[in-house]
């Protein structure tokens, strides 16, 4: 069993920064792949970004490249997402989710992610 707990939410203007991270409990964190997804009010629920198990891979959806971070710590078993240059469709609910895996590789599509946070909000507006 693996808890995820997701925080760093809030309001931010267009253009500012804000850093998500994805507390995890329970179990080895260093076995679990961790992806982060987020759905827009009115939206199906989509798929951004998901590092693997060591750290050694990390993707990213074409919306979000280049502007977003993702970054694991082992020592505080913590999943973090930098999100820079916000923009107004930015605004979701982030999840972050956690794939139990032997991989070096990673995925961020719903699809075999065993464990899901509640989820975090993310408001971008002037």
């Known amino acids: 069993q693996l808890e995820l707990v997701e925080s760093g939410g809030g309001l931010v203007q267009p253009g500012g920064s804000l850093r998500l991270s994805c507390a995890t409990s329970g179990s080895a964190f260093d076995t679990f792949a961790i992806g982060w997804f987020r759905q827009a009010p009115g939206k199906e629920r989509e798929g951004i970004s998901c590092?693997?198990?060591?750290?050694?891979?990390?993707k990213y959806a074409v919306s979000v490249k280049g502007r977003f971070t993702i970054s694991r710590d082992r020592a505080k078993s913590t999943v973090y997402l930098q999100m820079n240059n916000l923009k107004p469709e930015d605004t979701a609910v982030y999840y972050c989710?956690?794939?139990?895996?032997?991989?070096?590789?990673?995925?961020?599509?719903?699809?075999?992610?065993?464990?899901w946070g509640k989820g975090t909000l993310v408001t971008v507006s002037s």
């Open positions: 989710a956690a794939d139990r895996t032997y991989s070096s590789d990673c995925g961020y599509g719903e699809v075999g992610m065993e464990y």
């Open positions: 590092i693997s198990r060591r750290g050694g891979t990390q």
